[in-house]
């Protein structure tokens, strides 16, 4: 159980620093080429980032029962097969 909490922690940190990190780069970008170098893109854009990555991370944890990159099979009774 401490496990499944470790994995989603881990992939919840990971996954929000890649959307912040390209959020900030988009919002750089942006604000380089159409803004005049104001900062107010940069900032919107990681913004953006770090809300997706946490709206992932209130989505995993809420979701107790699901299952990750694994298909789960159930019989006709009932029982979960391999």
């Given at each position: 159980?401490?496990?499944?909490?470790g994995r989603k922690w881990d992939r919840c940190l990971a996954d929000t620093g890649v959307k912040t990190v390209i959020g900030l780069g988009v919002g750089f970008m942006?604000?380089?080429?159409?803004?005049?170098?104001r900062?107010?893109?940069?900032?919107?854009g990681s913004g953006?980032?770090?809300?997706?990555?946490?709206?992932?991370?209130?989505?995993?944890?809420?979701?107790?029962?699901?299952?990750?990159?694994?298909?789960?099979?159930?019989?006709s009774t009932g029982k979960i097969c391999g």
């Amino acid at each position: 159980m401490a496990e499944d909490y470790g994995r989603k922690w881990d992939r919840c940190l990971a996954d929000t620093g890649v959307k912040t990190v390209i959020g900030l780069g988009v919002g750089f970008m942006f604000s380089v080429l159409f803004f005049k170098r104001r900062t107010w893109p940069t900032a919107l854009g990681s913004g953006m980032g770090l809300g997706m990555g946490y709206a992932n991370c209130q989505h995993d944890f809420r979701a107790l029962h699901l299952v990750h990159g694994a298909v789960v099979k159930v019989s006709s009774t009932g029982k979960i097969c391999g």
